[in-house]
Every structure is written in C-alpha cells, then in structure tokens.
C-alpha cells in the first residue's frame, strides 16, 4: 500500500516563500514520476510540476508557476519537494502531491494561503 504526505503548507505574505514536501511510504518503484498539482476554490485540478526519478522536469505551461516554483526529489527518502517563491494572492489552494507509478496515487493535500 502506498501512502502519500505533504506537509508545509501554511499562511504567508504576498512576496513570501514555502516549501512543501512530500513523503512517499510503501512499495515504491524506482522509476516513478511525482508531482503537486493545486485546486482554488471553484476551479479545476491543475499541475503545478512534476518530476521522474531521472530528475526531468516538467512545469505548468503557463507563466503563473515558471521562475518562482522549482521542484526537485530525493530519491533515496521517496520525497518531492516544492519550493514555491515570491508567492502571490493567486497562488492560493490547496496543493496535492501525486506518484504515477502504474497508477495514480494523490496525497491528502495541503492548504497555501497568500495574504495580500
């Protein structure tokens, strides 16, 4: 059984920064993609980024996440990470950790407020 957790979420000023992590538990295979998607309220799932085991990235297509948001993987602890930077109001939802490896698995996800 695979489990998922994130943890770093929080209230934070506009211009402010987080880091979100994300543990994987369980059978883990060494070839796997992870990723954080985000959902504001009233709107569709979203990627955010992901990344396989090889480290290729890959970031949403549009300019609200590039050069602010960079993830990055230890393999070694199963653990994404997020570093989210100069955060803006817009960037506010709740954040979900996904591991596709054969299936889709999704943690429980964490709230990121930005205050204006």
């Known amino acids: 059984q695979v489990q998922l957790v994130e943890s770093g979420g929080g209230l934070v000023q506009a211009g402010g920064s987080l880091r979100l992590s994300c543990a994987a538990s369980?059978?883990?295979?060494?070839?796997?993609?992870m990723g954080w998607y985000r959902q504001a309220p009233g709107k569709q799932r979203e990627l955010v980024a992901s990344?396989?085991?090889?480290?290729?990235?890959?970031?949403a297509d549009s300019d609200s996440v590039k050069g602010r948001f960079t993830i990055s993987r230890d393999n070694a602890k199963n653990t994404v990470y997020l570093q989210m930077n100069s955060l803006k109001p817009e960037d506010t939802a709740v954040y979900y950790c996904?591991?596709?490896?054969?299936?889709?698995?999704w943690g429980q996800g964490t709230q990121v407020t930005v205050s204006s």
């Open positions: 996904r591991l596709l490896q054969g299936r889709n698995y």
């Open positions: 990344i396989t085991s090889g480290d290729s990235t890959t970031y």
């Open positions: 369980g059978s883990i295979f060494s070839i796997n993609v």
